[in-house]
């Protein structure tokens, strides 16, 4: 209880704001968002499970869509970035290969086509029964201004704790997929270049 108690005095010190009202609405959210920016001047914004916002029904995507671009047009009016954790469509269930593909996020409105980044994670283990590897993959599949390629990472399973993996910890395929550029366009624009 000491540990807990001293850790949540150290967080405390560390601008973190957070909004844990459910309201399923992005009016509220965008306001939200503008009144830290104004009171706190926040630099960031993470929007966990975008989907929650939309009904479920056949007009959930275009619904998602129009989400989507207000926050895009909010992030670049207010100066800031927002992140939005957003649910893969079921697909990825039934492949073989269980890497997230940016086409994953079809359903999702136009989270894609907004996006300036698309980060999508895989981990081994969980698909991979008796997998020996306790990493979590950050698969890079969209970077407007960058290569997209992989990013080997170390899970703690028992703290949800991401870490940085020491080389010697990575297997030699993990080291050749490092900085890989796996998007058409970015391997059409290397083939280019």
Do not use: C, W
Request: net charge negative; charged share 35%; glycine share 4%.
């Amino acid at each position: 209880m000491e540990r807990i108690i001293k850790s949540l005095d150290t967080i405390k010190e560390y601008p973190i704001y957070l909004d844990t009202k459910f309201t399923p609405s992005i009016d509220y959210i965008e306001n939200t968002i503008r009144k830290y920016k104004r009171q706190y001047d926040i630099d960031i914004v993470y929007i966990d499970y975008i989907q929650i916002l939309a009904e479920r029904d056949s007009n959930s995507t275009h619904e998602l869509g129009k989400f989507s671009r207000r926050l895009k047009l909010l992030a670049v009016e207010l100066d800031i970035a927002i992140v939005i954790v957003s649910q893969l469509n079921r697909l990825v269930e039934i492949r073989d290969d269980k890497h997230p593909i940016l086409s994953d996020l079809r359903q999702s409105g136009n989270l894609e086509e907004d996006a300036d980044v698309v980060i999508g994670l895989y981990r081994e283990k969980y698909y991979v029964k008796n997998s020996k590897s306790d990493g979590i993959e950050h698969i890079i599949m969209k970077q407007r201004n960058g290569p997209t390629g992989t990013l080997m990472l170390k899970f703690n399973e028992e703290t949800n704790r991401i870490s940085d993996m020491k080389y010697g910890e990575q297997t030699e395929n993990q080291r050749k997929q490092l900085g890989k550029r796996n998007s058409e366009p970015a391997q059409q624009e290397a083939a280019e270049g």
